[in-house]
């Protein structure tokens, strides 16, 4: 995710509707996900290695974001419930999952990489995408996706089936649910609560657009601040913590597109375009390990949408 140029030629040109995933060389997220079509995807898993996940879907733009640890490391078009069988809104959680498997209910359709969210008929499949919804109430993705989502997913892991015109969001935080303030990029005070996660996986999301970042640990948010970023984010990019050692601590750009800076070292001069107040700096010093990651984007954190009424939860 650091250009867009990769995305932007591929639909200039026109693109088959096929699973296919995107080599996305950079950009905002926002823009990368809705100029998706049909059957194409984003798998970055780099982003966030490790960390609870939510996949949010999004009937309005026929979109689907995976996050862990509140980072998006996946994106996908989805065709959904068709009229007459309209995909059910709510939050729901894996109840069982099938590499192989083919529908009780429709002539034995199949449903590879199955990932079910109800009893009575809805779940995350691979399936055809025709770029509307078209199914009998599941959320069918691309095979490639499906295929990735399977391998990463567990039972009981939370997804968000929404019906509102929302943005992708770097960072979603309870208020999309609760429909709550939550919006701590709104001024200019500095929040660090590291009780509220005592442990567990941590990122870092610095947003150019808000001017602050967020951190978060184990998907949980336990800090934020003002920081500003010197020189234009024209795109999203991150750096993964590899070591820390008596020389210091090392950090390498994740390989979110083929390039030379790809794994390399992050240079100590390259931190000196980020400003950040003394005491924010601190305490994130404080709880620096190993997999640590952070990510810049020109997106803005905060809440644009109406927030998700849960009128349902599978059981």
Known sequence: MKTLVALLALVAVGAP?????IDVSSGSVVETVAKLRAGQYVWEPEVAPQGPMLLIINLRSQRGILYRNGVPIGATTVSTGRPGHSTPTGVFTILQKQVVHY???????????????????????????PGYPASHGCIRMPKGFAQLLFKVT????????????????????PSLLSGGAGDSSADQTIFWAPDKSPSGPVSVVVSSADQRAVVLRNGVMIGSAPVSVKGAVTG????????????????VRIGLSPGPTNGTLVPAQEWQRFTA?????TAVAGIVQPGMTIVVTP??????????EVLESAG
């Open 236 to 251: 999203t990019w991150a750096y993964s913590l590899r070591s820390i050692d008596s020389s210091g601590q090392h950090w």
């Open 299 to 308: 997106d803005s954190l905060r809440s644009v949408a109406a927030p998700v």
């Open 17 to 21: 509707t096929g699973s296919q995933q």
């Open 103 to 129: 529908s009780s209910k429709y002539d034995s359709a199949p449903m590879p990489y199955m990932q079910r969210l109800t009893w009575y008929g809805v779940a995350l499949h691979a399936g055809n995408l």
């Open 277 to 281: 107040p003394e005491a924010f700096k």
């Open 154 to 173: 567990g039972l009981g892991m939370t997804v968000v089936i929404a019906d509102v015109a929302a943005a992708p969001r770097v960072a979603p935080v």
